[in-house]
């Protein structure tokens, strides 16, 4: 990727907001995930790898390195890009016109503030090096007003990341979700509950 220049990166992240940009309907990440989920299948019966519709190549590289730093393979489950995070954001970002300003002009602010720290693109970054500028816009409550795009943009990207993940099967399994079961015999809610809540009957 070329070197992206501060004042245009600024304004691509200024020309939209970026939370606000990237909000999303239980019904659209619903659509997202099958849709998703097929482009992977034919890409894997094809032997090919997923091509995505709205991302380029350096923004998809960057995409799935940030998606497995917030949410990495663990003992319980894969990682982001194991379960399809990646290609359930691109049908998210490809199908919302309104959202595709704010999703590249914050990739484009982590390329621009790790260029500004240590002359590297995200991707070129040491694994430390992307810790210490994402640590900078992870925490809204610790973070410097002249990162205020980047922490707009990260909030939202997580979320999306977040909603990505836990609404798949496997992330699912991993909250122990046990979604609508049938309860022959209501006998209410569970003393040790209650007391957890504070909450006297």
Known sequence: MSTIKRRTALQIIASAPAAAALTW?????AQAHDHAQAARTTAAKSGAPYKPKFFTPHEWATVRVLVDIILPKDERSGSA?????????DFIINDRPDRQTAMRGGLAWIDVECQRRFDKTFLDCAAAQRTEVLDDIAWPQK?????????AFFNSFRD??????????VGMQDLQYMG????????GCPEEVLKKLGIRL
Do not use: I, R, Y
């Open 25 to 29: 309907t239980n019904a659209e990440a």
């Open 81 to 89: 890009t194991d379960v399809g995070v990646p290609e359930f954001m």
């Open 143 to 151: 973070a410097k007003p002249e990162h205020s795009h980047g922490v």
């Open 160 to 169: 999306l990341t977040a909603t990505g993940f836990w609404t798949t099967k």
């Open 180 to 187: 609508n079961t049938f309860v022959g015999k209501w006998e």
